[in-house]
């Protein structure tokens, strides 16, 4: 091998070096890509799902000129609880706070860790719909056998577009850590 | 490893013996260029398989031939073999015989890595068809593999998993090899802004390549610890978010689709001035603007995501910038369009596929501007029209583009001129078919058919109709291009080509090498004046 091929393929190698630097960096990259999205969610307010809604409170003006119907549904996923609301809808006014139960039993031999999510239908209605105590501010542990009544507090914000008449309200309660050898 | 340049041999001319084992073992580049190329062709035949499936069942409403879950594993696995199997890997092929002969390198700088780079795909490529055998079958989550789909599906998704690691990990490998190659290897005298666009192209690709498939190793490396694991990074119940998924996805998957039009961007650039026997108008713009497409694509990539509820700060930005890609794409297609005024133009296939090529490629160009403004594409999201749209760009992007340096060098490659009367057939064939498929989907996307379904409402009958016939006939069409190729290589037929078969191509494998390019080549490296 002449002197000029040698000196290449140390020229070459060091170059390979740093390249695969920058394919370590980017792994790791879209790792932080992780805590990096959960600031701004949490910065920007996107996802307080799981947090009482602040303004709700001081909202107390009850506009009786119009009438929202709520509806409540409740689902589960891949988890062997029994889960229902106990009133299929309420038809409330805006600005009223309301209170509705949910009901909520373990079948299942062991103890499990459950946390519910929930998501409103139709979309546009979410930013309106205020949850001031929900059982889904955190995880719920029940014992076998074990069934519990959850309260929910709420109130429709009374700038809920007119057009809008109707809204469901729906959980669904996923174990954690459930996914866990659950791939099949 | 061994990080040795094939230094070449004392006596130019001695190809390794014939046998499989020539092809496990070797290290050379265009040996290795002829593997990918091979592999790829095969990979686009089995995932158009799969696509005749999809369109024989879509030919008409109604349930004919697959089950719901097994239609959407075609689906999936079209994509998936098309994008990983087919199109990348093939222009990987091109670099691995192009780029030494065209910067006038003897092989690329990592021979015995290249080989390797190679052979993970075979594997890769057995997992992910494998994958329609075991229990549950093949991921059904869309080539996309959101969550949450993705963490719940069958051992299928593990398999695809491996398989795109590994498939990722040869890219990666393969793009350290492209870079080294091109930034320590040239000629003397070949300085970067003298280098052919192909090479150019190819570089800011690889370096693309570096940067995002280890993001999509990342992604997928998480799904993976979701499924088995315990983590939650995309289980809502656990505290983590499956559009988040999207987002790191989606990081990848711009940035992707740019590293499977690149390249092609590069071909064209090559086979536009042959043929209009004129330098490419404006070289270093065309640099430039391949470049900031480059940069542009890091961040747009919620443009696939204005459905899942951003800020309206967020939304108008990922509008902008996408639509600020439009400008460097612009002013490479008035590039090509300026090249050809006033050449002497000649049509020989590579041509009809380039000038194809710009025609049909600026169409998708102009259906993914109407998808990046908001408001519409909140109507357009998962509908037809985006496959429309991909397919515009991939297809008729890409696939031509990779049609047209195959024509345009394989009489470098193997001495023969392919069949010019068959070639030209293929393109038209494959022009109309094209269209008859494709077209259709436009309206269907704006009537509001979903894609990935199987069944559709009855008044998108008639379209659904036309597409799946164009797509039988695009289908067969590509067997006549397998004639064609095993003619010119395997068989050995045609005329044969001189040093410089095409009068206008000035780049050093026409004007420094014979036909064929022989074995080992560029020992001693030609000196650029
Ligand atoms: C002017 C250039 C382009 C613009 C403005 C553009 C814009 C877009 C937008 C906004 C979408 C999202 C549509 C939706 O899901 O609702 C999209 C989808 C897509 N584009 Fe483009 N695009 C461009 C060029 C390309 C190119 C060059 C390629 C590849 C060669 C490409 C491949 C794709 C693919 C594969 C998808 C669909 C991904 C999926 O959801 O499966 N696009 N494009
Ligand atoms: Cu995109």
């Not at chain 2, 260029?33 to 109604?62: C, D, H, K, N």
């Not at chain 2, 993970?120 to 059904?140: E, H, I, K, Y």
């Not at chain 2, 430039?288 to 967020?314: D, K």
């Amino acid at each position: 091998m002449t002197q000029q091929t040698e000196n290449r393929g140390k020229a070459n190698r060091k170059l390979m070096k740093k390249l695969l630097v920058v394919a370590a960096v980017m792994f790791g990259f879209g790792f932080a890509l992780v805590p990096f999205y959960e600031k701004i969610c949490e910065v920007t307010g996107i996802r307080n799902v799981f947090q009482p809604d602040a303004e709700a409170a001081q909202n107390t003006q009850v506009d009786t000129t119009r009438n929202v119907s709520v509806e409540f549904d409740a689902n589960t996923q891949r988890l062997p609880w029994t889960f229902k609301p106990l009133q299929a809808s309420v038809s409330v006014h805006p600005g009223e706070v309301t209170q509705v139960q949910y009901e909520v039993r373990n079948t299942l031999e062991r103890p499990v860790t459950g946390q519910a999510v929930p998501s409103y239908s139709p979309q546009q209605a979410a930013p309106y719909f205020r949850k001031m105590e929900c059982f889904c501010f955190r995880q719920q542990t029940l014992a076998p056998g074990e069934a519990r009544t959850m309260p929910v507090v709420f109130v429709i914000d009374p700038k809920l577009p007119p057009e809008l008449n109707a809204v469901t309200l729906s959980y669904t309660f996923f174990e954690v850590n459930g996914a866990r050898g659950s791939g099949g | 490893m061994s990080a040795v340049i094939d230094s070449g041999h004392a006596h130019d001319e001695h190809r390794p013996d014939g046998g499989i084992m020539r092809w496990v073992t070797t290290t050379n580049h265009k040996d290795i260029g002829t593997l990918y190329l091979w592999f790829s062709f095969t990979m686009l035949l089995v995932g158009g398989m799969l696509a005749l499936a999809i369109r024989a069942e879509l030919f008409q409403p109604g349930l004919q031939f697959w089950h719901p879950e097994f239609f959407n594993q075609l689906t999936t696995m079209h994509g998936l073999i098309m994008v990983f199997g087919a199109i990348m890997p093939a222009f990987v092929g091109f670099a691995n015989w192009q780029v030494p002969l065209m910067i006038g390198a003897p092989d690329m700088a990592f021979a015995r890595l290249n080989n390797w780079s190679f052979w993970m795909l075979p594997v890769a490529a057995t997992l992910l068809v494998g994958s329609f055998f075991v229990p549950g079958g093949a991921t059904a989550a869309g080539w996309t593999i959101y969550a949450p789909l993705s963490t719940q599906m069958g051992p299928g998704m593990d398999l695809a998993i491996f398989a795109l690691h590994i498939m990722g990990a040869s890219s990666i490998m393969g793009s350290i090899n492209i870079i080294t190659t091109i930034l320590n290897m040239r000629a003397p005298g070949m300085t970067l802004l003298r280098m052919p666009l192909f090479v150019w192209t190819w570089l800011i690709t690889a370096y693309l390549l570096i940067a995002v498939m280890p993001v999509l190793a990342g992604a997928i490396t998480m799904l993976l610890t979701d499924r088995h694991f315990g983590t939650s990074f995309f289980n809502a119940a656990g505290g983590g978010d499956p559009v988040m998924f999207q987002h790191i996805f989606w990081f990848f998957g711009h940035p992707e689709v740019y590293i499977m039009i690149l390249p092609g961007f590069g071909i064209i650039s090559q086979v536009i001035p042959a043929f209009s026997r004129k330098p490419l108008f404006g070289y270093s713009s065309m640099v430039y603007a391949t470049a900031s497409i480059a940069v542009l694509s890091f961040i747009v990539w919620a443009h696939h995501m204005f459905t899942v509820g951003m800020p309206t700060a967020g939304i108008l930005f990922f509008m902008y910038a996408t639509v600020l890609i439009a400008v460097p794409t612009g002013v490479k297609v008035f590039n090509w369009l300026t090249t050809m005024w006033r050449g002497s133009m000649s049509f020989e296939t590579p041509m009809l596929f380039a000038v194809g090529f710009i025609f049909v490629f600026t169409m998708g160009g102009f259906t993914g501007l109407i998808l990046a403004i908001m408001p519409i594409d909140i109507q357009l999201q998962d509908t037809y029209y985006v496959v429309a749209h991909f397919h515009y760009v991939l297809v008729a992007g890409s696939l031509f583009s990779l049609f047209a340096g195959f024509y345009f060098w394989v009489p470098k490659w193997t001495g023969r001129m392919y069949d010019e009367k068959l070639g030209k057939w293929h393109f038209w064939l494959s022009m109309i078919f094209f269209n008859v498929t494709f077209f259709p989907m436009h309206f269907l996307g704006l009537a509001g058919m979903p894609r990935r379904i199987p069944d559709y409402a009855l008044q998108f009958a008639g379209f659904n109709e036309i597409a799946s016939i164009g797509a039988f006939g695009f289908g067969l069409s590509q067997i006549l291009f397998l004639w064609i190729a095993l003619k010119v290589t395997v068989l050995g037929q045609g005329e044969k080509a001189g040093q410089r078969p095409w009068e206008g191509a000035d780049t050093l494998e026409w004007t420094h090498l014979p036909s064929p390019a022989p074995y080992h080549s560029f020992d001693e490296q030609p000196v650029l004046g």
